[in-house]
Every structure is written in structure tokens, then in C-alpha cells.
């Protein structure tokens, strides 16, 4: 069983970029959910996909969207950085429509916006 | 909304002790599920163990376990025998128990392991 995966690891972007950050989901999954996770704090949901739609949100701008795929893996984008966006991304899958739906997490990507 | 809150910033036991991290939380739902979960420096958020409100009796995992009390909505996490591999952060989570719902996560605890 392949688990959750994340690339990059490390990105580095100035103020007013654009950032793309992917997430693959652990086989057997159809559900990601995104979480950013400020140094010293604890994460904070940014919002999830399930079935290729955005299913849930959590209280960030319309300069975070994403997408998820056919194989239910994910991206998310970020524009027009700012200096607050530097942070921990999470992603995390898991499987909808059974119990057992406990949320598997990533590596995560560390984004640095200078 | 719900909140989940961990007071201690920090705590630090001895090898093979017991450590007990604490939790609480807010909620008006009368089902949902709690997690613990583990973030060592390499960042990997790790699942230790879950508990369903619905059920009563409390989680283990080998060395660790919970006390869940739904009535004063507190969860710890009681960790034995402690190890060095044991030394991370340490969140607590809730989610209710509709299709896709979130996690929201306290602010964590260090937990350090002095040999």
C-alpha cells in the first residue's frame, strides 16, 4: 500500500508569485483535504476534494484553489503570495463513504515566501 | 463551531515513565471522533489512535491509550513506558461524523523524552 505523498519538499517563492504544490493520495483513497500549518501552531484546514470538487472550505481567500484528478490525486495554488503564506502544506487523503474514514497524512511541503 | 484546546505547551518525561498530554474541546454535536496524532521533526503527521464519541469504552495502541470523558469533553492521551522515539509534537483533533468533514486540530504539545 503506497502511502500519502507530497512533492516539493522545500519551495521558495517571492511575494506576488504563484506556487503549485501536488499531493498523491494513498491507493484506495478518493478524498483529499489540505491544511496549512503555520510554525508553532497546529494545522488549519484549507479545504478538500472529493469526486473532483471542491467539497468543504475552510476560512482562506479565493487566491487558494484547487484540484483533484481522475486518480484523486491533488494540486493546490496559491496566488499572488504573500509574506503570511510561508508555511507547512499538508495534504492529507483518506477513503469517503465507509466508517473507517480516518485522514492519512503526507510529508507536507515547506513554502517560504520571501 | 467547534474548538480544540491544549493548554500545556510543553512536557517532558523520563525514559519508561508514564506522561499523560492533555485535551479538551467544545462541541454541540453528541457524535464525532477524536484523534491524537504525532508530528516528529521530520514533519510527518502520524496517526496514534482515534476514538468514536459513541463509544464509551477508551482507545488503546500497544503503549498508548486515552481517558475520555464526553461529559466534561476532555481526551488525553496517556503515553507508557515512554521512549525516545516517543519525542515529537503532539496534537489533538476532532471531526464530526458527516461525509468529508474536517479536521480541527489544537495547537499541540512538545513532548520531550530525557534518557
Known amino acids: 500500500e503506497t502511502g500519502v505523498t507530497q512533492s516539493p519538499t522545500h519551495l521558495i517563492k517571492t511575494r506576488g508569485q504563484q506556487v503549485t504544490l501536488r499531493c498523491s493520495s494513498q491507493?484506495?483513497?478518493?478524498?483529499v483535504s489540505w491544511y496549512q500549518q503555520a510554525l508553532g501552531q497546529g494545522p488549519q484546514f484549507i479545504f478538500q476534494?472529493?469526486?473532483?470538487?471542491?467539497?468543504g472550505r475552510g476560512n482562506f481567500p479565493p487566491r487558494f484553489s484547487g484540484l483533484q484528478f481522475p486518480n484523486y490525486s491533488s494540486e493546490l495554488n496559491v496566488n499572488a503570495l504573500e509574506l503570511d503564506d510561508s508555511a507547512l502544506y499538508l495534504c492529507?487523503?483518506?477513503?469517503?463513504?465507509?466508517?473507517?474514514?480516518?485522514?492519512?497524512f503526507g510529508p507536507g511541503t515547506r513554502l517560504t515566501v520571501l | 463551531a467547534q474548538t480544540v484546546t491544549q493548554s500545556q505547551p510543553e512536557m517532558s518525561v523520563q525514559e519508561a515513565e508514564t506522561v499523560t498530554l492533555s485535551c479538551t474541546y467544545d462541541?454541540?454535536?453528541?457524535?464525532?471522533?477524536l484523534f491524537w496524532y504525532k508530528q516528529p521533526p521530520s514533519r510527518q503527521m502520524i496517526l496514534v489512535i482515534r476514538?468514536?464519541?459513541?463509544?464509551?469504552q477508551n482507545a488503546t495502541e500497544n503503549r498508548f491509550s486515552v481517558n475520555f470523558q464526553k461529559a466534561a469533553k476532555s481526551f488525553s492521551l496517556k503515553i507508557s513506558d515512554s521512549q525516545l522515539g516517543d519525542a515529537a509534537m503532539y496534537f489533538c483533533?476532532?471531526?464530526?461524523?458527516?461525509?468529508?468533514?474536517?479536521?480541527?486540530f489544537g495547537k499541540g504539545i512538545t513532548l520531550s523524552v530525557r534518557p
Open positions: 492529507a487523503s483518506s477513503f469517503s463513504g465507509r466508517v473507517e474514514d480516518t485522514q492519512y
Open positions: 491507493s484506495g483513497h478518493n478524498t
Open positions: 476534494y472529493y469526486r473532483e470538487e471542491e467539497n
Open positions: 462541541t454541540s454535536e453528541s457524535d464525532y471522533y
Open positions: 476514538q468514536e464519541a459513541y463509544k464509551q
Open positions: 483533533a476532532y471531526r464530526t461524523t458527516g461525509a468529508n468533514s474536517k479536521l480541527t
